[in-house]
């Protein structure tokens, strides 16, 4: 009996946290939205089929030549790839091929039957190879920063420098963080078929393509913040709290920037720069503002963001393993 009731309490926090995390970050976006970049459009997309992985909506821009380095762009938790980097397509594509995708149950992403970041790491590749990539530079930001460390160590070879941006090597430094994240997890484990279903209704609601048109910031925004359900949330938030990179992230032997959020409440500064300590030559940039400053405060986050790819790129050896 203590055990149904047990989990009966554990199912109660699940279906009710992506409800409140929903609300809490749909309140947030209505003082972010009307602050969102003043972008006209944004490059098209389409949809590429991965090989016994699935489906996902990528968008790949050329670069001013062929052989201009490539990015790739990883969004953070609860975004869309369009909703995190829609400041930085138009100066990025000046200087580099540019990458991105929505990941796995965010978007038009692949819908798996459970939310791993090992296999979001391992889809950054197969988009790759879908589009012929060698080698690239991989960025990400928050749950982005995690999935592009585990891309690193699980395809050493295929990139030839990191940007982390507002991330960690682990998300459970607080003592309330360590009760949280396995209370997230046990809560959804058995409710994982369920969060799918969601997830995936909501996915076959969506047009096969989002809108590239951005007159209206915040009517496309709120657009493209719903087409990630809020079942994938709370999933993706238990593997933020297993994530832990701090026994392997030393050995990262590429070009690194470390893009720190300076007054961040979500991911402490602190966790930013251990990260960047704890990785050989890493390069620290610090840009103002809070967690969500990829889009509330995009004019001077992305400059400092630039300057932070153009570091890593400049110390790439193009074609080999990149030095340090």
């Not at 969102?36 to 821009?61: H, K, N, Q, S």
């Amino acid at each position: 009996m203590t055990v149904q009731l047990a989990g009966k309490a554990l199912n109660r926090v699940a279906r009710t946290s992506a409800d409140a995390l929903r609300s809490g970050v749909g309140a947030g976006l209505k003082q972010i939205m009307p602050s969102a970049p003043a972008v006209d459009a944004v490059p098209e997309g389409r949809i590429v089929e991965l090989p016994g992985r699935g489906r996902t909506f990528v968008v790949d821009v050329p670069g001013p030549s062929p052989t201009a380095p490539t990015i790739v762009l990883l969004h953070a938790l609860g975004c869309t790839s369009y909703l995190s980097w829609v400041a930085t397509f138009s100066e990025l594509s000046q200087h580099y091929r540019v990458v991105t995708f929505d990941q796995r149950w965010h978007g038009r992403g692949i819908r798996s039957s459970r939310f791993r970041f090992v296999d979001c790491a391992d889809d950054v590749v197969a988009v790759m190879d879908a589009l012929g990539i060698e080698q690239a530079v991989v960025a990400g930001y928050s749950m982005g920063g995690a999935v592009a460390q585990l891309t690193w160590q699980r395809h050493r070879r295929r990139v030839s420098g990191l940007v982390l941006c507002s991330t960690a090597r682990n998300f459970r430094g607080k003592k309330g963080e360590r009760l949280f994240f396995p209370l997230m997890t046990a809560a959804m484990h058995p409710l994982a078929s369920f969060a799918l279903s969601h997830v995936d209704r909501l996915a076959q609601t969506l047009p096969e393509l989002p809108s590239v048109e951005v007159a209206n910031p915040t009517a496309w925004s709120k657009v493209e913040f719903r087409s990630t359900s809020a079942w994938s949330l709370p999933e993706a938030l238990g593997e933020l709290g297993r994530f832990d990179s701090a026994a392997w992230i030393g050995g990262v032997d590429v070009p690194t920037a470390v893009v720190v959020t300076g007054k961040d409440h979500i991911i402490p500064s602190r966790r930013q720069r251990k990260l960047a300590d704890s990785i050989p030559g890493a390069q620290v940039f610090t840009a103002r503002g809070g967690h969500a400053a990829i889009v509330l405060g995009a004019t001077g986050w992305v400059p400092v963001f630039l300057e932070a790819v153009q570091n890593v790129t400049d110390r790439v050896t193009p074609g080999t393993r990149a030095a340090i």
